[in-house]
């Protein structure tokens, strides 16, 4: 069990638990005549030790669907249909599994532009993108190397695309693959003579 749930919920855990300790304890407190604990002498240490306690003795937990809702693991992202996975392209895939995770984006920029140079291009593609409703964040680590942020993973194929036919990119890295860039024009030409 994750010590994600809430406060209140800790706090009810606890207070149940209290309650059962202290009702343990009246009996034990009877045979050995011992005064019962009060509530109220429980430190914060005191709970976080029955916390863990209870937690450690909670060996056979309850089947999933058998736990009150705020108590299943959190669920992680919209299921995947594999269905037509056969009919789609690998970028298709790609933004399927992605839709809403971040994914990271770096780009590699073509020829020798210093640090301001490449801060207006990529600024210049952010914006556009941003004209088309894809949302990236924006960091230029080297003067040639940038990383575009995309918190919705889904768009940064599309912004892919998008850039791929931008000059001034020598490489895009997305997920592990690499995307040749146009490069220059210059370049792009010399490619094609190739
Ligand atoms: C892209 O940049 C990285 C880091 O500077 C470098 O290792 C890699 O070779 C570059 N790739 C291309 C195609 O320029």
Redesign the pocket.
Known sequence: MGKSFGVITKTLVLLVLIAQIVKTEDKVGKKEQKPKKDLRDYTDADLERLYDQWEENDDEPLPEDELPEYMRPPKEGPPINFDNVGNMNPDDIMKMTKKGKTVMM?I?LSGSPQRHESEELTSLWQGALRNNHIQAERYVI?D??AIFLFHDGAQAWDAKTFLLEQDGI??I?LEGQ?F?GKGTKAKAKSKVEL
């Open positions: 770096f590699n080297e040639t190397r020598a490489e890295q690499a040749p």
